[in-house]
Nanobody
Framework: QVQLVESGGGLVQPGGSLRLSCAASGFTFSRYAMSWYRQAPGKERELVAVITAGGTTNYVDSVKGRFTISRDNSKNTMYLQMNSLKPEDTAVYYC????????WGQGTQVTVSS
């Protein structure tokens, strides 16, 4: 059974940091490109960051220099280190795995507010 389970979300003040995790199971994690998406209220889901099976990373312009995506294939886990958080980063963050199939996690809420 394929599972992607996000964790690490929460409430943080502007300028603060959070680290999201995505624990994967039920498929060959190392073969899949892994991504973080987010969806704010009333907005479409957007791609935040991607890390390929080979380790190449890419980011949406709004998070460059603040967010870092990484993966640990030995633990079947992907991470998103988020620093210098802004209120506009508030959203539900989703984990995605894509290769032969497309898998999604259930999401974790990130709220940036004073």
């Amino acid at each position: 059974q394929v599972q992607l389970v996000e964790s690490g979300g929460g409430l943080v003040q502007p300028g603060g940091s959070l680290r999201l995790s995505c624990a994967a199971s039920g498929f060959t994690f190392s073969r899949y490109a892994m991504s973080w998406y987010r969806q704010a209220p009333g907005k479409e889901r957007e791609l935040v960051a991607v890390i390929t099976a080979g380790g190449t990373t890419n980011y949406v312009d709004s998070v460059k220099g603040r967010f870092t995506i990484s993966r640990d294939n030995s633990k079947n886990t992907m991470y998103l280190q988020m620093n210098s958080l802004k209120p506009e980063d508030t959203a539900v963050y989703y984990c995605n795995a894509r290769w032969l199939f497309d898998y999604w996690g259930q999401g974790t809420q990130v709220t940036v507010s004073s």
